[in-house]
């Protein structure tokens, strides 16, 4: 079960994310900055490798821990910077003012978030056999 919630974490941020954001809603978008850009693409390429690398952990090296800690830390430093949007004039929603949402819930922080809580429940279990097996 925790290499299926991992693996349902890393699509969302590895592959789901770059689908929906390579067009003309963010990396072709003539309304950013060139300089917006590349720190899209950067964050896009960057998230896709760790991705990846956990990827190979989960599957080939069976290791788990570190994969689900780094996913915690994309898909938690998503939701960190959706709380703060209004400190830096941030938003989910496209110039337009239409926002992609699933039951009135945007849908970032709707995958993101049921990611985030699955990711705590696997640390939590880690942590709860690591500190069990240490009073031994």
Same mark, same amino acid.
């Given at each position: 079960m925790r290499k299926a919630i991992i693996t349902f974490s890393i699509i969302l941020y590895a592959v789901v994310v770059p689908f929906?954001? !390579? %067009?003309?809603t963010h990396?072709? %978008?003539?309304?950013?900055?060139?300089?917006v850009r590349i720190h899209e693409v950067w964050q896009l390429i960057t998230n896709s490798g760790i991705g990846l690398l956990c990827l190979w952990m989960v599957w080939v090296?069976?290791?788990?821990? !570190?994969? #689900? !800690?780094?996913?915690?830390l994309i898909t938690g430093?998503?939701?960190? #910077?959706? @709380?703060?949007? %209004?400190?830096?004039?941030?938003?989910?929603?496209y110039l337009d003012g239409s926002e992609k949402t699933l039951f009135g819930i945007n849908i970032g922080v709707l995958g993101f978030g049921a990611a985030f809580l699955l990711l705590l429940t @696997? !640390?939590?279990?880690?942590i709860k056999s690591w500190t069990t097996n240490s009073s031994l």
């Open positions: 929906l954001e !390579i %067009n003309t990396v072709f %978008n003539p309304d950013w900055t060139p300089h090296k069976k290791e788990t821990k !570190i994969s #689900a !800690i780094l996913s915690l430093g998503f939701l960190l #910077a959706y @709380i703060l949007q %209004n400190f830096y004039g941030g938003s989910m929603k @696997i !640390i939590y279990s880690d």
